[in-house]
């Protein structure tokens, strides 16, 4: 029989002292939800098929994506105010504290996304200045989560065998969200060092995000295939490994098209233009296993009875940033056959949105997730015995 998802059961109390201590629990893992959003708003706009009344459901879904960030600013930077020794304890917590990179990533997706379909509303003036404001905060935030979160990783937190997650990547992907995410400022600067200076940043920090994320990736594959999964609502984080794979083609193709506008010289330009193809197609083919393998294990612990949680999220941006890239693809070969996979992986991304957002929006009203945040102890994975269930006794 399955488990009863948690934005089934009765409400919270609704006493004002309690909702305020329920208030506090949100951490950073909330943050994905602006993540989900935003590239909801992100994809739609680079999508490479025109959609009529795609550019103003972008907008509005944009607008959504910006007043969350806003709302999660108060509450999360004023819980740390208020109660900074209970903040604290998430980044103790050896699986809330990797998803402090998904401030950083919420900023600059918003950023993004000011300067993509922000600016019918706002003006292009306002929507540069704001992307600015949002991609360097989120940029110095990614960095120091790059660092910090694996830092705490070999010096503090206990790591068991079995547990390496998705979330793991999540603080070292903002950097590669800042290549991708830098590479749309870029024509908005004076050619010259400045200009130049920002697109090999951009892509310093490509490698950086690339280089550690395959290791982690390996480190997912490699527990995989040893321990299995967990078989709770951990399993959606398998999600998260499109994020960097996703995003490093989208950046691929977004800093070869920025080069080409004169930031470096025409044989360097055309360099990375092709590098943006002979690097993202391959990575595409492999972005495309990940998703069946996901789909697969996602499938499998449903109709085992995997509770709704906020780890649903990640079924939503690591998605956007597969269709984003896939967009760059279709924009650099041509290829009609790219057009067709980025509207198809649009359409899932939406699904899936929508499915989410409601199921967060009931949870949260009823108050089943707004709970401490998930227990320091490890979380076991673990494999089915197939003798056992070829014989049940």
């Given at each position: 029989?399955?488990?009863?998802?948690?934005?089934?059961?009765?409400?919270?109390?609704?006493?004002?002292?309690?909702?305020?201590?329920?208030?506090?629990n949100?951490?950073?893992?909330?943050?994905?939800?602006?993540m989900?959003?935003?590239?909801?708003?992100?994809?739609?706009a680079?999508?490479?098929?025109?959609?009529?009344?795609?550019?103003?459901?972008?907008?509005?879904?944009?607008?959504?994506?910006?007043?969350?960030?806003?709302?999660?600013?108060?509450?999360?930077?004023?819980?740390?105010?208020?109660?900074?020794?209970?903040?604290?304890?998430?980044?103790r917590?050896?699986?809330?504290?990797?998803?402090?990179?998904?401030?950083?990533?919420?900023?600059?997706?918003?950023g993004?996304?000011?300067?993509?379909?922000?600016?019918?509303?706002?003006?292009?003036?306002?929507?540069?200045?704001?992307?600015?404001?949002?991609w360097?905060?989120?940029?110095?935030?990614?960095?120091?989560?790059?660092?910090?979160?694996?830092?705490?990783?070999?010096?503090?937190?206990?790591?068991?065998?079995?547990?390496?997650?998705g979330?793991?990547?999540?603080?070292?992907v903002?950097?590669?969200?800042?290549?991708?995410?830098?590479?749309?400022?870029?024509?908005?600067?004076?050619?010259?060092?400045?200009?130049?200076?920002?697109?090999?940043?951009?892509?310093?920090?490509f490698?950086?995000?690339l280089?550690?994320s395959l290791?982690?990736?390996?480190?997912?594959?490699?527990?995989?295939?040893?321990?299995?999964?967990?078989?709770s609502?951990?399993?959606?984080?398998?999600?998260?490994?499109?994020?960097?794979?996703?995003?490093?083609?989208?950046?691929?193709?977004?800093l070869?098209?920025a080069?080409?506008?004169?930031?470096?010289?025409?044989q360097?330009?055309?360099?990375?233009?092709?590098?943006?193809?002979?690097?993202?197609?391959?990575?595409?083919?492999?972005?495309?296993l990940?998703?069946?393998l996901?789909?697969?294990?996602?499938?499998?612990?449903?109709?085992?009875?995997?509770?709704?949680?906020?780890?649903?999220?990640?079924?939503?941006?690591?998605?956007?940033?597969?269709?984003?890239?896939?967009?760059?693809?279709?924009?650099?070969?041509?290829?009609?056959?790219?057009?067709?996979?980025?509207?198809?992986?649009?359409?899932?991304?939406?699904?899936?949105?929508?499915?989410?957002?409601?199921?967060?929006?009931?949870?949260?009203?009823?108050?089943?997730?707004?709970?401490?945040?998930?227990?320091?102890?490890?979380?076991?994975?673990?494999?089915?015995?197939?003798?056992?269930?070829?014989?049940?006794?």
């Amino acid at each position: 029989m399955a488990t009863p998802s948690p934005d089934d059961a009765p409400p919270l109390p609704n006493e004002s002292h309690t909702r305020v201590e329920v208030l506090g629990n949100i951490g950073p893992n909330w943050f994905a939800s602006v993540m989900g959003t935003g590239i909801v708003a992100i994809a739609g706009a680079t999508l490479p098929v025109h959609v009529p009344g795609l550019r103003g459901f972008t907008s509005g879904v944009w607008v959504l994506a910006a007043a969350l960030l806003a709302m999660l600013i108060v509450l999360v930077g004023g819980h740390w105010l208020r109660n900074p020794t209970v903040a604290r304890t998430h980044a103790r917590n050896p699986q809330m504290a990797h998803f402090y990179g998904a401030a950083p990533m919420a900023l600059m997706t918003v950023g993004a996304g000011a300067v993509l379909v922000g600016k019918d509303l706002i003006g292009q003036r306002i929507a540069v200045d704001l992307d600015w404001v949002l991609w360097t905060a989120g940029t110095v935030g990614g960095l120091f989560t790059a660092v910090s979160i694996p830092f705490l990783m070999f010096t503090q937190l206990r790591v068991e065998p079995d547990a390496a997650f998705g979330g793991w990547l999540m603080p070292v992907v903002p950097p590669m969200v800042s290549a991708a995410t830098g590479a749309l400022l870029l024509p908005h600067m004076p050619p010259g060092t400045g200009r130049e200076t920002m697109l090999y940043g951009c892509y310093a920090m490509f490698g950086l995000s690339l280089i550690a994320s395959l290791n982690i990736i390996a480190m997912i594959w490699s527990r995989l295939v040893l321990y299995g999964t967990s078989g709770s609502a951990r399993v959606p984080t398998l999600w998260i490994v499109l994020g960097p794979l996703g995003q490093s083609i989208t950046a691929a193709g977004l800093l070869a098209t920025a080069a080409a506008t004169g930031a470096v010289g025409h044989q360097l330009a055309e360099a990375m233009d092709d590098f943006a193809v002979i690097f993202g197609v391959p990575v595409w083919g492999f972005a495309v296993l990940w998703i069946a393998l996901a789909t697969s294990l996602t499938v499998r612990t449903l109709r085992r009875g995997m509770p709704f949680a906020l780890t649903w999220w990640s079924l939503t941006f690591p998605v956007g940033t597969f269709v984003t890239g896939t967009s760059q693809l279709a924009a650099h070969t041509h290829l009609p056959a790219f057009k067709v996979a980025a509207a198809v992986a649009y359409v899932g991304l939406l699904l899936t949105w929508v499915l989410v957002t409601v199921r967060t929006a009931r949870g949260s009203l009823r108050g089943n997730l707004l709970t401490l945040p998930p227990s320091s102890a490890p979380v076991k994975a673990r494999k089915e015995d197939p003798i056992a269930r070829a014989h049940p006794v």
